[in-house]
């Protein structure tokens, strides 16, 4: 992650700009507080928290920056989601989808996208719309699944 | 002749700061758990 992600603009930019960034290295003793305080257990491991250090998303594995930026902002999203501020992760999921439609994030983003709409609006039509978006962008999507009942 | 600075990540130091400065800035956190090679 250091060597490439770490060092894209984009990635910075993103970074810096939305986010309080923290690296902890798990092989050192003095880490161990954070690490059994949030359950690590395997690197790369990336968390978005709230400012009371509650873990609103979280994932593991390498991203290359192309797919680190949406990714992350999909974290920052479900933040908002979570905190109940539906038209704020409306807002990012279709930055996401704007931005970056190909990333792996995308379908995630067009599936809360459509939840995200309906919590806000309570009209169902919002989220059977979004989902119809998300089978047809996105057929071969494990999140399509996740609401093929509707189809 | 002047040399272009690449951007860094700017890392905080400790969780506590990090938190601190969440609260303060109205930001998230990004918790990177990484094991250097």
């Known amino acids: 992650m250091g060597t490439v992600t770490y060092r894209e603009p984009a990635v910075v930019e993103t970074v810096n700009g939305l986010f309080v960034p923290i690296q902890v290295n798990v092989k050192e003793d003095s880490s161990r507080p954070i690490v059994e305080r949030y359950r690590h257990v395997w690197t790369p491991d990336i968390r978005v928290l709230g400012a009371d250090g509650f873990d609103y998303y979280h994932w593991n594995g390498y991203l290359p920056p192309f797919e680190f930026v949406p990714r992350l902002l999909v974290g920052q999203a479900q933040a908002r989601l979570r905190s109940r501020d539906f038209a704020g992760a409306a807002n990012v999921y279709e930055d996401v989808l704007r931005r970056f439609p190909t990333s792996e994030a995308a379908p995630e983003a067009q599936y809360f ?9 309570q009209n169902p039509t919002e989220l059977h719309a979004g989902w119809h978006r998300l089978q047809t962008r996105y057929p071969d999507s494990p999140w399509r699944v996740r609401q093929s009942y509707s189809e | 002749m002047a040399t ?27 918790l990177d758990f990484f094991s250097p090679t």
């Not at chain 1, 996208?113 to 609006?121: R, W």
């Not at chain 2, 600075?5 to 969440?22: F, G, N, Q």
């Open chain 1, 113 to 121: 996208l459509a939840a995200a709409k309906y919590e806000a609006s």
């Open chain 2, 4 to 30: 272009a600075v690449k951007p860094t990540v700017k890392w905080a130091t400790s969780l506590d700061e990090a938190l601190a400065r969440a609260q303060r800035e109205g930001k998230l956190v990004m």
